[in-house]
């Protein structure tokens, strides 16, 4: 079946420095969605890819979708305490499963002030 | 701001008894699905329904089932607990097609 591989499994970083986690799909993607969860909380809605090549920006966050639709990155400037937690890539593998979200075992930020 | 709600939030059980997971989706949100996400997990797919019926289920066994009521609220049951059921359940609306969800607070289950 599908698997979701995410990297690094955790990542400490300082204020102000900047993080990037990685997300790589057995197989092709229909689309590839992401989630934070804070410490304690549950999965927040980030964002959506869809396209080959996509690349989207949410202030300091930047999504990209790669060519092959096979692997995502989210990369954050400069980040903050409010950055800490979990994040989820989750991919759905389309047609007649677009709805089945295969979500990696994620990332763990957290940011010494 | 989630305007899906669970319910419990939390809950023991004892190994072999059965439960039920109450979730209230955010209104217009005909798509509901469950989650199971053990700690320090990804959430896992366990099943799907949209509009009442049940149209996709992830690898888990019959023992966990649902129902989803035309007032957007449904239910996890699962029957013949195990100690490995021990997780967070999240309860996660759509509007269908490839939105993204909204994921209630969730139910943090306990078998012992």
């Known amino acids: 079946g599908q698997q979701v591989m995410q990297i690094p499994q955790y990542q400490h970083v300082q204020e102000g420095e900047d993080f990037t986690t990685y997300c790589n799909s057995s197989?092709?993607?229909?689309?590839i969605q992401w989630y934070k969860q804070r410490p304690g909380g549950h999965p927040v809605f980030l964002i959506q890819l869809v396209k080959s090549g996509e690349v989207k920006k949410q202030k300091r966050l930047t999504f990209q979708f790669g060519e092959a639709k096979k692997n995502s990155s989210l990369h954050i400037t400069a980040t903050q305490t409010t950055d800490v937690g979990t994040y989820f890539c989750?991919?759905?593998?389309?047609?007649?499963?677009?709805?089945?979200?295969?979500f990696g075992k994620g990332t763990l930020l957290t940011v010494n002030p | 701001e989630t305007g899906v709600t669970q319910s419990p939030t939390h809950l023991i059980k004892t190994r072999g008894q059965q439960v039920t997971l109450r979730c209230s989706s955010q209104?217009?949100?005909?798509?509901v699905s469950w989650y199971q996400q053990a700690l320090g997990q990804g959430p896992q797919f366990i099943f799907q329904y949209y509009r009442e019926e049940e149209n996709g289920r992830g690898n888990f066994p019959p023992r966990f089932s649902g129902l989803q009521f035309p007032n957007y609220s449904s239910e996890l049951n699962v029957n013949a607990l195990e100690l490995d059921d021990s997780a967070l359940y999240l309860c996660?609306?759509?509007?269908?097609?490839?939105?993204?969800?909204?994921f209630g607070s969730g139910t943090r289950l306990t078998v012992v």
């Open positions: 989750a991919g759905s593998p389309g047609g007649g499963s677009n709805y089945k979200l295969t």
């Open positions: 996660a609306s759509n509007l269908g097609g490839t939105y993204g969800y909204t």
């Open positions: 197989t092709t993607l229909s689309n």
């Open positions: 209104s217009g949100h005909n798509t």
